[in-house]
């Protein structure tokens, strides 16, 4: 029963992602769910590679692709949140529906 | 060889319309130059060639076996329609009588419409009726009658509006129109249910299925009764007679026309199918009903009347109301000659009166009076008019209103009664009307008054010497009965009701002692002929107001309702858009919600087979 534990903390740990996700109004703190998220991904990649693939263990090759691109698009994001910081000098994610109707 | 002019018979309609159209070049807008007179002088030279053309065909044909021409005019899968055309004594002397007619009508509007512009159109119209008329006395066919019934009621309804600038002119073209209009579509139900009972349309072999067929007599009374509808309509009958009392706003020489030969057209169709209407004895009592309810009220409303025009309408009713009797009892040979009676008759008066209206300017009758010494020829031939109308013998609806007498005697002797009445009530109004205009002193509009003009008396003193010598030609052609033979006992009430009534009018309207206008106690009953039964006001609030209703109820139904079921669609949609843009908030965080809220829906979906097992599973 050792995957499904694991599996349920990654579900546990992504859900606890998507409420920060859509309840923050920090941008940064958006970014940070996000990462959560990532993180519950890379615990069900390793979960599985571990006990349903332990010879090939591509899923741990995956895990490290995941984070490297996370790490990259975190960046990414970072970058974005400061070029919206200079324009309007906040980052609370209520002041951004510009776009709307 | 000797035949060539009864077998180009049907020529007769092509002149007139030959004449319409070359009436047309001169109206107003076209030849603006030479004033429309050609218009006239044309047409009248149509008719007479028509009239000469049918008066040598009837020579011809006189003492010959009927003949029957036929042209295919529609051949289609199994349907075909022919063109069928009778030759007989009688339809060429209607033929003659027609055109005869015409040509008077046509002479006298020349002096008549003397300070019109509208010749053109006037006489072209003319000219249509007449080639309607000469065609449907020619065809042998109901469908045929049909359509010229129909193309005539078209025709009224421009020759009463001819001067339509004046607003009673427009309401009464458009009741000429619509009330026959009506009485001609019923008359189509019937036409169109008859080609599958009977399997033709033509008159003579109608007659000989109806004498045949064992149709069921529910049927045959409803196809007699929508037949009956069509000349009801036509005739001036009950219910749907007023439109002849509003026709009277047309111009006079289409009156001529109109009171004599017009309403026959219907009284010509409800003869020919005659054998018809013995299938059903529901429809002949309808029949005699309506005519002898007709008669009877119209000769009273013309009593009551104070417009020459309107009173001589009125007896026009009466007459055809006498023509549905005759109809309705088989006397389809006397209804034929009373007809013919009848059209002399009745032209004369009306051509009296024409002219002395437009000398005299007003048609009230309580404007005028001592005409008789200044008018000798219009009044004398207002006599003989008269005369020839009631029974006064040996004047010519004397001969035919006897005859029909005669043979209501054994059958229907309360018709006889009937005839007495209407020709006593006949007499009052007619003489009535000669001494209100011809007797008595001069008044206002009536101090100078000329005898009109060569155009207006020549055709009313030849249609005088026409009624004076019917009696004669009955005689030659061997209609008439010898005097024993004459039944004296429908005879003697008949001319003693014409003296009476004749006799009592006069006295009333020629004694200076009575006072004029006449007041009748009670005022309601003679305001209630004078103003026609108040049918207009019956009209008003039965059939317009039904119509009138249901029409604003089709209306907002299909404003409202229809329309808005559609336009609820549209509306649906323009709210739906306008409030369903709103999801796009503007929040990204809302939209990572709704695209986690549609990865949940979608993986539902997809696993609810898996979840309803483990549910199965937890809940067993």
Same mark, same amino acid.
């Given at each position: 029963?050792?995957?499904?534990y694991?599996?349920?903390?990654?579900?546990?740990l992504?859900?606890i992602?998507?409420?920060?996700?859509?309840t923050? /109004?920090?941008?940064?703190?958006?970014?940070?769910?996000?990462? @959560?998220?990532?993180?519950?991904?890379?615990l069900?990649? &390793?979960?599985?590679?571990?006990?349903?693939d332990?010879?090939?263990i591509k899923?741990?090759?995956?895990t490290?692709?995941?984070?490297?691109?996370?790490?990259?698009e975190?960046?990414?994001?970072?970058?974005?949140?400061?070029?919206? +910081?200079?324009? /309007?000098?906040?980052?609370?994610?209520e002041?951004?529906?510009?776009?709307?109707? | &060889?000797?035949? #060539?002019f009864?077998?180009?018979?049907? @020529?007769?309609?092509?002149?007139?319309?030959?004449g319409?159209?070359?009436?047309?070049?001169?109206?107003?807008?076209? *030849?603006?130059?030479?004033?429309?007179?050609?218009?006239?002088? #044309?047409?009248?030279?149509?008719?007479?060639?028509?009239?000469?053309?049918?008066?040598?065909?009837?020579s011809?044909?006189?003492?010959?076996?009927?003949?029957?021409?036929?042209?295919?005019?529609?051949?289609?899968?199994?349907?075909? #329609?022919?063109?069928?055309?009778?030759?007989?004594?009688?339809?060429?002397? =209607?033929?003659?009588?027609i055109?005869?007619?015409?040509?008077?009508?046509q002479?006298?509007?020349?002096?008549?419409?003397?300070?019109?512009?509208?010749w053109a %159109?006037?006489?072209?119209?003319? =000219?249509?009726?007449?080639?309607?008329?000469?065609? @449907?006395?020619?065809?042998n066919?109901?469908?045929?009658?049909?359509?010229?019934?129909?193309?005539?009621?078209?025709?009224?309804?421009?020759?009463?509006?001819?001067?339509f !600038?004046?607003?009673l002119?427009?309401?009464?073209?458009?009741?000429?129109?619509?009330?026959?209009?009506?009485?001609?579509?019923?008359?189509?139900?019937?036409?169109?249910?008859?080609?599958?009972?009977?399997?033709?349309?033509?008159?003579?072999?109608l007659?000989?299925?109806?004498?045949?067929?064992?149709?069921?007599?529910?049927?045959?009374?409803?196809?007699?009764?929508?037949?009956?509808?069509?000349?009801l309509?036509?005739?001036?009958?009950?219910?749907?007679?007023?439109?002849?009392?509003e026709?009277m706003?047309?111009?006079m020489?289409?009156?001529i026309l %109109? !009171?004599?030969?017009?309403?026959?057209?219907?009284?010509?169709?409800?003869?020919?199918?005659?054998?018809?209407?013995?299938?059903s004895?529901?429809?002949?009592?309808?029949?005699?009903?309506?005519?002898?309810v007709?008669?009877?009220?119209?000769?009273l409303?013309?009593?009551?009347?104070i417009?020459?025009? %309107?009173?001589?309408? +009125?007896?026009?009713?009466a007459y055809m109301?006498?023509?549905?009797?005759a109809?309705?009892?088989?006397?389809?040979?006397?209804?034929?000659?009373?007809?013919?009676?009848?059209?002399i008759?009745m032209?004369?008066?009306?051509?009296?009166?024409g002219?002395?209206?437009? !000398?005299?300017?007003?048609?009230?009758?309580?404007?005028?009076?001592?005409?008789?010494?200044?008018?000798?020829?219009?009044?004398?031939c207002?006599?003989?008019g008269?005369?020839?109308?009631?029974?006064?013998?040996?004047?010519?609806?004397?001969?035919?209103?006897?005859?029909m007498?005669?043979?209501?005697?054994?059958?229907?002797?309360?018709?006889?009664?009937?005839?007495v009445?209407v020709?006593?009530?006949?007499?009052?109004?007619?003489? %009535?009307?000669?001494?209100?205009?011809?007797?008595?002193?001069?008044?206002?509009?009536?101090?100078?008054?000329?005898?009109?003009?060569? =155009?207006?008396?020549?055709? &009313?003193?030849?249609? &005088?010497?026409?009624?004076l010598?019917?009696p004669?030609?009955?005689?030659?052609w061997?209609?008439?009965p010898?005097?024993?033979?004459?039944?004296?006992?429908?005879?003697?009430?008949?001319? #003693?009701?014409?003296?009476?009534g004749?006799?009592?009018?006069?006295?009333i309207?020629?004694?200076?002692?009575?006072?004029?206008?006449?007041?009748?106690?009670?005022?309601?009953?003679?305001?209630?002929?004078a103003y026609?039964?108040?049918?207009?006001?019956?009209?008003?609030?039965?059939?317009?107001?039904?119509?009138?209703?249901?029409?604003q109820? *089709?209306?907002?139904?299909?404003?409202?309702?229809?329309?808005?079921?559609?336009?609820?669609?549209?509306?649906?949609?323009?709210?739906?858009?306008?409030?369903?843009?709103?999801?796009?908030?503007?929040?990204?965080?809302?939209?990572?919600?709704s695209?986690?809220?549609?990865?949940?829906?979608?993986?539902?979906?997809?696993?609810f087979? *898996?979840?309803?097992q483990?549910?199965?599973?937890?809940?067993p």
């Amino acid at each position: 029963m050792q995957l499904e534990y694991c599996l349920l903390l990654a579900a546990a740990l992504f859900c606890i992602g998507i409420y920060g996700l859509i309840t923050s /109004r920090n941008a940064v703190r958006v970014l940070m769910s996000i990462e @959560l998220m990532l993180n519950a991904v890379n615990l069900n990649l &390793m979960g599985f590679s571990n006990f349903l693939d332990p010879t090939g263990i591509k899923g741990q090759v995956f895990t490290v692709f995941v984070i490297t691109v996370a790490a990259a698009e975190a960046a990414v994001g970072l970058a974005i949140i400061l070029a919206i +910081y200079r324009n /309007r000098n906040t980052i609370d994610m209520e002041q951004f529906n510009l776009l709307k109707w | &060889m000797n035949e #060539i002019f009864s077998q180009t018979i049907w @020529l007769v309609p092509l002149y007139a319309l030959v004449g319409a159209m070359l009436a047309i070049p001169w109206s107003p807008g076209i *030849i603006r130059q030479t004033g429309p007179r050609p218009s006239g002088y #044309i047409n009248a030279l149509m008719t007479f060639i028509a009239l000469s053309h049918s008066l040598l065909a009837l020579s011809e044909i006189w003492h010959q076996p009927v003949q029957y021409l036929s042209f295919q005019w529609l051949h289609a899968a199994d349907l075909n #329609i022919s063109f069928d055309l009778v030759i007989s004594p009688i339809t060429i002397g =209607a033929l003659v009588l027609i055109t005869g007619l015409n040509l008077a009508a046509q002479i006298y509007a020349i002096g008549y419409m003397e300070m019109d512009w509208g010749w053109a %159109r006037f006489y072209s119209l003319l =000219a249509l009726f007449e080639a309607g008329m000469s065609t @449907l006395v020619l065809c042998n066919s109901l469908f045929f009658s049909y359509v010229v019934l129909e193309i005539l009621t078209l025709g009224t309804y421009l020759l009463i509006g001819l001067w339509f !600038n004046q607003s009673l002119v427009v309401t009464g073209a458009r009741d000429a129109f619509l009330t026959k209009r009506v009485g001609d579509l019923i008359l189509l139900m019937a036409v169109v249910a008859l080609l599958p009972l009977a399997g033709t349309w033509n008159y003579t072999e109608l007659a000989q299925w109806a004498k045949t067929t064992t149709i069921d007599p529910n049927i045959a009374t409803l196809l007699c009764l929508a037949l009956i509808a069509g000349p009801l309509g036509k005739c001036a009958q009950f219910p749907l007679h007023l439109w002849l009392d509003e026709a009277m706003e047309g111009p006079m020489p289409a009156t001529i026309l %109109r !009171n004599t030969i017009v309403v026959s057209t219907g009284a010509w169709v409800l003869i020919k199918l005659q054998p018809v209407f013995t299938l059903s004895p529901v429809a002949s009592t309808v029949m005699i009903g309506i005519g002898s309810v007709t008669a009877i009220g119209a000769s009273l409303i013309a009593i009551a009347q104070i417009d020459i025009k %309107r009173s001589l309408s +009125y007896s026009v009713s009466a007459y055809m109301g006498l023509v549905f009797i005759a109809v309705g009892t088989q006397q389809d040979e006397t209804a034929l000659r009373l007809l013919f009676t009848y059209a002399i008759a009745m032209s004369l008066l009306v051509m009296s009166i024409g002219g002395v209206v437009l !000398n005299n300017i007003t048609q009230d009758l309580t404007k005028y009076g001592g005409l008789w010494s200044r008018r000798p020829i219009s009044g004398i031939c207002y006599l003989v008019g008269a005369a020839s109308l009631v029974a006064f013998p040996p004047l010519g609806c004397f001969w035919t209103l006897t005859e029909m007498a005669d043979n209501l005697w054994n059958t229907h002797p309360w018709l006889v009664g009937v005839l007495v009445i209407v020709n006593g009530l006949t007499a009052f109004s007619i003489t %009535r009307e000669f001494s209100l205009i011809f007797g008595g002193k001069p008044k206002q509009m009536t101090v100078r008054s000329p005898e009109g003009l060569w =155009a207006l008396v020549l055709p &009313m003193t030849f249609g &005088m010497g026409f009624a004076l010598h019917v009696p004669i030609l009955l005689h030659q052609w061997n209609l008439l009965p010898e005097w024993e033979n004459l039944n004296l006992t429908v005879a003697i009430p008949l001319v #003693i009701s014409t003296l009476v009534g004749a006799g009592a009018s006069a006295f009333i309207y020629l004694n200076e002692k009575i006072t004029k206008p006449i007041e009748f106690k009670p005022k309601a009953v003679q305001d209630f002929f004078a103003y026609d039964l108040y049918t207009a006001q019956l009209y008003r609030v039965t059939i317009v107001f039904v119509v009138g209703l249901v029409s604003q109820i *089709i209306y907002w139904f299909d404003r409202y309702l229809v329309d808005g079921v559609i336009n609820l669609v549209g509306l649906a949609t323009i709210f739906s858009g306008e409030s369903l843009k709103y999801n796009v908030s503007g929040q990204t965080q809302f939209y990572f919600l709704s695209i986690f809220l549609g990865v949940i829906l979608f993986v539902g979906v997809v696993c609810f087979p *898996i979840i309803s097992q483990f549910s199965f599973v937890l809940f067993p």
